[in-house]
């Protein structure tokens, strides 16, 4: 028999459900945060994996097509001299687009991929997600080609990617330049890079990247 006087309490207090909404809330905070944490390093990541085929491709094109001689273009037609020579062309023209960005390379829904290319005298820096080597200024030498930056990130709309700018050598390795650990120093002078990434061309405050050219 119950006590007399006792109750059964019945639902829940104005103050459990508040607690229970917030832990909720907060969990669901900490579950977005992993899963665009991890969206983002697999942008990087699939980035990086395209900045390495394009520095691979070119480096066959030089020593097998061009008898060694590296493109006089510059910039996005550095790069894109491969897709001319149809060193890589079609559905792998692809691995000039960057995850992290909207950019396309196609005039439309029925256009072949890669087919905003094809008008060489008419391309749009829109249709690309990478900067080339600025050979005008900065002719590559067939020696220290570990030390020749051919092609990164061109964070032209904004950043490719929220902390991270990824750029390859001649050689074919790709690293990735780190906004507040490599970038530090030049927050201060340019606040502006925490939401656009390094600018790319002869005017980077990255020295690296003055090698560069977007169009």
């Known amino acids: 028999m119950r006590p ?84 890589i062309s079609g559905k792998n023209s692809d691995v000039f687009l960057c995850p992290g960005t909207g950019d396309r390379n196609d005039l439309g829904p029925d256009e072949e991929t890669g087919s905003s290319y094809d008008d060489w005298d008419n391309l749009d820096s829109a249709d690309i997600s990478y900067a080339g080597r600025d050979t005008d200024n900065h002719p590559i030498r067939n020696s220290r080609l570990e030390e020749m930056i051919i092609a990164s990130d061109d964070n032209e709309f904004g950043a490719n990617h929220k902390t991270a700018t990824n750029y390859a050598y001649a050689d074919g390795s790709v690293y990735a330049w780190d906004l507040f ?35």
């Open 181 to 215: 650990q490599d970038g530090e120093d030049l927050l201060g002078d340019f606040p502006e890079m925490e939401f656009d990434g390094p600018p790319i061309g002869p005017d980077s405050p990255v020295e690296k990247f003055q090698v560069l050219r977007i169009d």
């Open 4 to 87: 007399h006087g006792s109750r059964r309490r019945a639902g829940f207090s104005l103050v459990e459900i508040l607690v229970v909404i917030t832990i909720i809330g907060l969990l669901v905070g900490i579950g977005f945060q992993a899963v665009q944490s991890a969206l983002e390093s697999g942008n990087v990541t699939k980035c990086q994996a395209n900045l390495s085929e394009i520095a691979s491709s070119m480096s066959v094109y030089v020593q097998q097509r061009s008898k060694g001689r590296w493109p006089r273009e510059s910039g996005m037609r550095f790069l894109l001299l491969l897709y001319k020579h149809r060193e």
